[in-house]
């Protein structure tokens, strides 16, 4: 039985004040998972019917250490609905996922990840 280290479900497709507010760009702290610890491996499960990406580069929020224009992380995994990345077994500190933007869910519609990682 694997024992997580770091385990966060998170709704790609929130509603912050009663306006929709979905994670879209890779470069939105939101869309951030800090493990606080290097993890030997990971897995990220999507447990909506829409498309979401993984990476596990590291990405700049815009305007910090004077990089006004961040280079977009490449994406490592494409998770249609329903599916879920094999474990990874590299040493990483963090994740980032995001809804693909061509996905459209409506207004309110759960979008939910789970992000897991031990070491």
């Known amino acids: 039985m694997q024992t997580n280290d770091y385990l966060r479900q998170l709704d790609l497709n929130p509603m912050i004040n009663g306006a929709a507010a979905p994670i879209v760009s890779p470069l939105d702290p939101r869309a951030l998972c800090m493990f606080g610890f290097e993890a030997t491996a990971q897995t990220v499960e999507n447990l909506s019917t829409f498309t979401v990406y993984v990476s596990f580069d590291y990405a700049y929020d815009q305007?910090?250490?004077?990089?006004?224009?961040?280079?977009?992380?490449?994406?490592?995994?494409?998770?249609?609905?329903?599916?879920?990345?094999?474990?990874?077994?590299?040493?990483?500190?963090?994740?980032?996922?995001?809804?693909?933007?061509?996905?459209?869910?409506?207004?309110?519609?759960?979008?939910?990840?789970?992000?897991?990682?031990?070491a």
């Open 63 to 118: 305007g910090i250490l004077g990089v006004p224009f961040p280079p977009t992380p490449r994406v490592h995994a494409v998770l249609p609905g329903g599916s879920m990345t094999r474990p990874e077994t590299h040493k990483r500190g963090h994740c980032i996922v995001w809804l693909d933007p061509a996905a459209g869910p409506g207004q309110g519609v759960p979008v939910a990840v789970r992000v897991s990682a031990w």
